[in-house]
């Protein structure tokens, strides 16, 4: 079983910068391909990126150019790096785990989730 703890969410004006962090226990997750989601108030949870065991990384369109994943195997901890924030980035932010080597954008297809962080962008 694997625990995933999101952290560094929190209230950044427009323009501003954010790290969030999601802390992997139970197992390395150094495999594993990692994912980063979304849910916006009153909207469904979305894609924002994923890095797969290799490094490899896709984001969502919405967020490319201004977020990056990163993962750090000696410490079973991922980042998203969310540069150049906009209000519209204002959502709970989910960590995610797929067993498997590589990434995928559907979130059907991951099998362990944090409990989210919320990110708030004010304009």
């Known amino acids: 079983q694997v625990r995933l703890v999101e952290s560094g969410g929190g209230l950044v004006q427009t323009g501003g910068s954010l790290t969030l962090s999601c802390a992997a226990s139970?197992?390395?997750?150094?495999?594993?391909?990692m994912g980063w989601f979304r849910r916006a108030p009153g909207k469904d949870r979305e894609f924002v990126g994923y890095i797969s065991w290799s490094g490899v990384t896709d984001y969502a369109d919405s967020v490319k150019g201004r977020f990056t994943i990163s993962r750090d195997n000696a410490k079973n901890t991922v980042y998203l790096q969310m540069n150049s924030l906009k209000p519209e980035d204002t959502a709970v932010y989910y960590c995610a785990a797929r067993r498997a080597l590589v990434g995928v954008r559907r979130e059907q297809e991951y099998d362990y989730w944090g409990q989210g962080t919320q990110v708030t962008v004010s304009s």
């Open positions: 139970g197992r390395t997750v150094s495999t594993y391909a």
